[in-house]
């Protein structure tokens, strides 16, 4: 059941749920398949837009002393293509195949938290028009999309561009942090029945390393920029070398996150390219299962190789070594999924339509982006090579010659199911080489102009240097790639126009999406299907033994063992395999809401007012605070929403819970680990041994822990439908929390009085920073605490609400165990 | 809009703990912040204060999951969605440290 508003599907099904043609129905639309469009038409205009960009840096570097434009506009440029490709263009396009595409692959007929799914997306393009607004007040960022310390403080970018930057990065991070959670608790808890994991399509596979890799790799990032906020905003000293920072803190922070985020772009196309490829070649994908377990190897070691974008700061020889060595392991799964992809090619009835041109365009050009990765692998190699433009011409390869043609192959594979018209193939194939030789004429001189000195960044070079010749080429090849997308754009036209119509399987596919009409309907399935195997609409058409054994993907698991049974009872009767037949009026779809665009406007709001003045600031964050308390009660007394267990025989609002928390962990242990490494670095005092007071902080710690006693409590009488011990319970908990807040304000303000402020030294900037975070969450929950107690005393609460309050509970707990580390390692190690 | 269906009952809990239990975590809690604040003022432990305390630390820490957050009862799944970022936050967290240069191991 999903996580929504439930609408019956009956004769006005389509406009009760919201699902009509005005601009209305976008706006406050919840369903995955307009959101994933929303996606797709943002991340194409952002596309255009980086590209442009991209364009005029070509113009400008084509011949040596180029005035097309000055310095600074040049390095607003490379900051902003950087940013824009990143974060506006590449991951939103997955975003789009993502949650078009998942849901209708696992079988589902929606998302978990439908309305959340569309904050995401709202949050996205505040984020989005806000740093592209930059432009347009004369203050694009410009210290390099990788904004390094200290480019990025006060003295050397005084003006609103790296704030624009740093905002709006946060911005789209909660975006991408909530749609990662989103999606991880789709894909592992709607699944249709009979979809072990095992089962499911490699593309959904990617989709879950990929969202395990967002929720976990955005906070180090997002700790990193709040620290240049505060560096910035209130003048602590996180990056500040004189009161003795490391600058190396931000590059550590930045590449934590930096390098996953490789593969945040990567690995949606190679899970694309693997199901393009078997579908073309009428052949399951060779060695599935090896290829998945490729995916997951790249997304765990992603964590473990940052430091090799850092070879060149000097770390010293045990890490040049250790990750070194990592980096060099991770081109083994990777190179397994190369040969993996040929494997399936070999042998097998090849239909090289545009999309399986796309497919095998990306294993070769990713094969070359991937050979350079190797060698940056080695540091004494990649000291030469580091800040050339052998370096650009590397994660061009791979994020162009990669993560763009996969997803050229996916828009060319899933256009005629989104729009139910096929794309003109000859114009795709067209497309496809001028792309190609427009990106390797682009791209592939600049190895030759890295190898021979060229250093990136620079907006223009002197005659004679031996550069002149190709960058002419280069800018020659970028107008090619221009034109490459400028054709896929008519074909766009001309399909939504003019093209074939679409049946519901036009390639023959062999994965659930297929098996639903072109465009599907709003439902996704009049039935659920059940699964039979990683291929299973293609075992569905042929037959068993049409199927590899290869692609069963095993028959263990829940769902698994009991639905295989009795999909081929289905078989054997001759009937095709899906659920029981539902009533019309048991189809439920998510309703409309309008709340997702408000809270993401009001958030929007505060970010700009961080620039304006702090009225805007608040007056942003209470439209988000009403709005999201709004869309939080929207449904608080719809029945369908008392249980929501999915495939796990779990709630999806538990398994969300402790996604979420997870990803907290990794919030929480960057900023201990700042606090940590700053430690006794201060030159000026107080110092903590100075100043921190133990007896006070233990009594807040037991009042802490107590409260997570209480909190126990509560639950236990909800859950048993004792409502007076419940209400005295939350009511003790939410009190506690209160108490906790009042201890961490009298230590605060004595510490002001003693002199110890946020601006005093870096350890008041690391604690005050490390504790505040803290308390904002106790706030938090205080906050969530008192809405369910005032639920309470309204009747509201009662014991089919028990899942709300546990996952408050998880909630209060986590914040109580994070004190628990707090109190030992800031206050009680000396 | 049409009929929702009736809410079914919730499901049963039968596998958390006690409240009795709840008590007993909450006075382990208690004691072992004790021995915490005990232990920093107690010379002769001055040599193996830190592993002391990061070993209560961590109990603190197991003991809440496991009971307070009903790990210990619940789904592996979420074990793992919780266990899995946690030793990557710890690996990072002390890979960062030794790269900033808070341990002399690696240091620069």
Redesign the interface.
């Known amino acids: 059941m999903m996580a929504t508003h ?3 599907l ?1 004769h006005h099904a389509r406009e ?1 749920a919201g699902v009509g043609s005005g601009v209305w129905s976008w706006i406050t639309t919840v369903d995955h398949k307009r959101i994933g469009i929303l996606y797709g038409v943002s991340a194409f205009v952002f596309f255009l837009v980086g590209g442009i960009e991209a364009l005029i840096m070509r113009m400008q570097l084509a011949r040596p002393d180029s005035h097309v434009v000055g310095a600074d506009t040049f390095n607003a440029l490379f900051t902003m293509h950087g940013t824009t490709m990143v974060f506006l263009a590449i991951m939103p396009f997955s975003a789009a195949f993502l949650n078009y595409m998942v849901p209708l692959m696992i079988g589902a007929r929606d998302v978990a938290f439908p309305r959340l799914n569309a904050l995401s997306y709202w949050i996205f393009l505040a984020g989005a028009i806000f740093l592209n607004a930059s432009f347009f007040v004369g203050a694009p960022p410009n210290a390099g999309w990788f904004g390094y310390a200290n480019l990025t403080t006060k003295q050397f970018s005084p003006g609103a561009n790296t704030d624009f930057w740093l905002l709006s990065l946060q911005v789209l991070g909660a975006s991408s942090v909530l749609a990662g959670v989103n999606f ?1 608790v789709t894909i ?1 808890n709607l699944r249709a029945p009979g979809m072990t994991l095992m089962r499911m399509p490699v593309f959904v596979w990617m989709a879950l390393v990929v969202q395990f890799l967002i ?2 790799a955005f906070p ?1 990032i997002t700790v990193g920029l709040i620290f240049l906020m505060f560096d910035r905003f209130f003048g602590t000293h996180f990056y500040d070398v004189t009161a003795g920072a ?1 600058l ?2 931000w590059q ?1 922070l930045f590449w ?1 996150f930096g390098h996953p985020e490789v593969y945040i772009l990567i690995l949606p196309a190679f899970g694309i390219v693997s199901e393009v490829l078997p579908t073309f070649a009428r052949k399951p994908l060779f060695g599935a299962p090896v290829v998945i377990y490729s995916g997951v190897l790249i997304g765990f070691f992603g ?1 473990g190789v940052w ?1 090799h974008h850092m070879f060149a700061v ?3 020889p ?2 040049d070594a250790a990750f070194s060595i990592v980096t060099m392991l991770i081109a083994i799964p990777t190179g397994v999924k190369i040969f993996n992809w040929l494997a399936t090619l070999w042998g097998g009835a090849i239909r090289p339509t545009t999309a399986l041109h796309f497919a095998v365009g990306l294993i070769a050009m990713f094969t070359i982006g991937g050979l350079s990765g190797v060698m940056h692998a080695s540091p004494p190699v990649d000291l030469q090579q580091t800040d050339t433009y052998f370096v650009v011409a590397h994660f061009h390869y791979v994020l162009i010659g990669g993560s763009l043609f996969g997803l050229f192959a996916g828009a060319y594979y899933w256009w005629p199911k989104i729009t139910g018209r096929l794309l003109n193939e000859r114009l795709g194939r067209v497309q496809f080489w001028i792309l190609l030789i427009g990106f390797n004429a682009t791209f592939f001189p600049q190895h030759y102009l890295g190898a021979i000195g060229m250093p990136r960044r620079i907006y223009t070079y002197p005659a004679g240097m031996g550069w002149d010749f190709w960058n002419l080429v280069s800018t020659i090849g970028a107008f090619g790639i221009a034109l490459s997308v400028f054709l896929f754009a008519v074909n766009a036209i001309w399909s939504l126009r003019a093209g074939a119509m679409a049946s519901a399987d036009p390639w023959d596919g062999r994965t659930l999406e297929w098996r639903t009409s072109s465009p599907p309907p709003v439902h996704n399935f009049d039935d659920i299907p059940l699964v039979l195997g990683r291929d299973t609409y293609w075992r569905e058409k042929y037959g068993r033994r049409a199927a590899s054994a290869s692609t069963e993907g095993g028959s263990g698991g829940r769902g698994g063992g009991a639905a295989g049974a009795q999909t081929e009872a289905y078989f054997a009767a001759g009937r095709p395999p899906t659920s029981p037949p539902a009533a019309a ?1 048991a189809i439920h779809l998510p309703a409309p809401s309008y709340w997702p665009i408000i809270a993401a406007i009001g958030i929007g709001v505060a970010a700009a007012g961080a620039l304006l003045h702090v009225a805007i600031v608040i007056a942003g964050a209470l439209v988000t605070v009403v709005s999201l308390f709004a869309f939080a009660l929207e449904h608080h007394r ?3 929403h ?2 929501q ?1 999915g495939t ?3 709630d999806h609002r ?2 969300a819970m ?2 979420f ?3 907290e ?2 919030f ?3 900023l ?3 606090y ?4 006794g670095r201060s030159v000026v005092g107080p110092h903590p041994h100075e100043i921190l007071n ?1 007896p006070v902080t ?1 009594a807040s ?2 009042d802490l ?2 409260s ?2 209480l ?3 509560a639950l ?1 009488a909800v ?1 048993r439908g004792d409502r007076g011990q419940a209400r005295l319970w939350l009511f003790g908990t939410a009190l506690f929390g209160l108490i906790f807040l009042g201890f961490q304000a009298y230590e605060f303000t004595s510490f002001i009085h003693e002199g110890l402020t946020l601006r005093t030294n870096l350890f008041g900037s690391t604690f005050f920073v490390l504790t505040g975070f803290h308390g904002a969450h106790v706030s938090l929950g205080v906050a969530w605490l008192v809405t369910l107690l005032v639920l309470d005393l309204r009747g509201r609460l009662g ?2 609400d ?2 709300k309050v546990e996952i408050a ?2 909630y209060w ?2 914040v ?2 994070v004190w ?2 707090i ?3 800031v206050y ?3 | 809009m049409t009929e929702i269906p009736a809410v079914s009952e919730p499901h049963s809990d039968a596998g958390h703990a006690s409240v009795a239990t709840y008590v007993k975590v909450a006075l382990i809690l208690t004691g072992v912040t004790a021995l915490e604040i005990g232990v920093i003022s107690i010379r002769f432990l001055t040599p193996i204060v830190v592993p002391l305390l990061l070993a209560m630390s961590a109990a603190k820490f197991a003991l809440v999951v496991l009971f307070f957050m009903h790990l210990r009862y619940d789904s592996r799944v979420l074990s793992g969605l919780f266990i899995g970022p946690l030793v990557i936050a710890m690996v990072i967290v002390l890979a960062l440290m030794s790269l900033i240069g808070a341990f002399v191991t690696f240091g620069r």
């Open positions: 439930e609408v019956a009956g009760q991880i592992l929720v976990l180090p490391d190396l803190l550590h934590i964590f430091s000097g770390m010293g045990v890490a009026h719809n029945p369908a008392v249980h267990d796990l025989g779990i538990k398994v402790w996604t928390l997870g990803s962990c990794m929480f242990g960057t201990i680990a700042t940590l490494a700053y430690r133990i233990s710690t037991f822990l107590m997570s006693l909190m126990v409590l236990a859950q014991r089919a028990a899942v509970g998880l707990h986590f109580d165990i628990i580390a109190f030992t390692l009680l190690i000396p």
